[in-house]
Structures are given as structure tokens and as C-alpha cells.
């Protein structure tokens, strides 16, 4: 047999009970590979470059020549932009469509990207007023923190990136005469969700940088070819 290993009391209670979770976190190592994939994309120009160029190629295996066409896109940006929120049209079954009732879908199905914040590596533990003013002024200085002013907006930007991907794939279906629900499952397929994942999964993707979308790209690669 093996050579046995002891370990605390402690690191046994904690290894056991981040086993029953369905995520992992070891400390200071999982705040740094979220900290390091907050840094390589949202305050990385050429991330949000490449992402953009990614979404309409992954959409293009899924909607076809429609991921170009530049009028689902400009519809994407208005509705982005809150513009003409009540413009209505038909589609192919005669089904009345708006913007509003398209994001409203898609909120309600949860296609639309909130975003979040996670852990800080710093500052998290700090009592009182020094806890305010470190999450209303430093946070968003140091660059050691997701409250990053740089992440804030990179991920603001992001977020808008991706959900005007989304868009495109879910007009182009509910312009056939989908449902919504059919739709919605299009745009992940094309898109992928993120949350969708095996409990290992859950875990690899705290330790290992761009797991997820890795495993999932190939998904559809696969499927596509």
C-alpha cells in the first residue's frame, strides 16, 4: 500500500466540505485565477477584439450568413441602446414582435448577462468605516480587486459585447416563427451558458483559466464539423 499522509483537523474539515459544494475554492489560488481571467479580458482590448469576432463566428455555425447581416445587428445595438423599445413588426407566422417583449424574454429565460463581482483579494475582511472606504475609493484603484475601476467597465463592455451576440442569434429565430423557448436554446448553443456544466466541471473551472468555454467551443466545433 501507499505511504499514509496526515493532515490538520482542519484542512480535513474544509477539503470535505468543499467536496459536497458545487464549486471549489482553494485560498489565495482561486482568487488569483479569477483575478488573472478578470485581467486577460475585460481590461484587454484585444480580448474584447477577438470576442467579438469569436461570437459572430459561432453564431454563423448555428444562423448561418444571418450573424452578418447588418440589419439584425443594428437592431441588437438599439436595443442595447434602449432606442425604439416600442417598434413593433411580424414575423414569418404573423406573431406581433417589439423590442421590448424580445429582452423581456430573454431576461425572463436569462439569456441576458447581469454580470457579478467575486471575491477580492484584498480588503475583504477590513471592520467598519475602513470597510466603507475601501469598497467606495480604493477597490476601484487597486488593481488587485474585481471592484477594479478598469474591470468594472471592461466587463461592462463585455457584457454588452455578449448580449448583443445573443440578440442577433434570438431575432433571427423568433423572425421564423420560433418560440421562445426554442430560441433561447439556439442561443446557447451558439453562445453556450456558462452555468450549464457537470459538478467536476463546476470545480475545473476555478482552477483552470477558460476551462469552460475551451471544453464548449470544441463542443460546437465538433458538432459543426
Not at 35 to 50: C, D, I, R, V
Not at 129 to 153: H, K, M, T, Y
Request: glycine share 8%.
Amino acid at each position: 500500500g501507499g505511504k499514509p499522509y496526515y493532515v490538520t483537523k482542519e484542512f480535513n474539515q474544509h477539503f470535505r466540505e468543499m467536496a459536497k459544494t458545487d464549486s471549489v475554492y482553494i485560498p489565495f489560488w482561486t482568487n488569483l485565477v479569477d483575478l488573472t481571467k478578470a485581467h486577460l479580458t475585460t481590461t484587454n482590448p484585444s480580448f474584447h477584439t477577438a470576442n467579438l469576432i469569436s461570437n459572430v463566428a459561432q453564431n454563423a455555425m448555428v444562423i448561418g450568413g444571418h450573424a452578418i447581416n447588418p440589419k439584425y445587428h443594428a437592431k441588437a445595438i438599439a436595443m442595447l441602446a434602449g432606442k425604439r423599445m416600442d417598434k413593433t413588426w411580424v414575423n414569418a407566422i404573423n406573431e406581433p414582435l417589439s423590442f421590448n417583449k424580445l429582452v423581456s424574454e430573454m431576461e425572463a429565460m436569462g439569456k441576458m448577462k447581469r454580470g457579478a463581482f467575486t471575491v477580492d483579494l484584498v480588503g475583504n475582511d477590513l471592520p467598519g468605516e475602513a470597510r466603507s472606504l475601501w469598497l467606495n475609493v480604493l477597490q476601484r484603484a487597486n488593481p488587485l480587486s474585481q471592484g477594479f475601476q478598469g474591470i468594472r467597465w471592461g466587463r461592462a463592455f463585455g457584457n454588452a459585447v455578449e448580449n448583443q451576440a445573443k440578440m442577433v442569434n434570438y431575432m433571427v429565430w423568433r423572425d421564423k416563427g420560433l418560440n421562445p423557448k426554442f430560441a433561447g436554446e439556439m442561443v446557447d448553443e451558439a453562445l453556450f451558458d456558462y452555468s450549464k456544466v457537470t459538478r467536476g466541471e463546476q470545480k475545473l473551472k476555478h482552477v483552470l483559466l477558460f476551462y469552460t468555454f475551451s471544453r464548449k467551443n470544441f463542443e460546437l466545433a465538433l458538432k459543426t464539423f
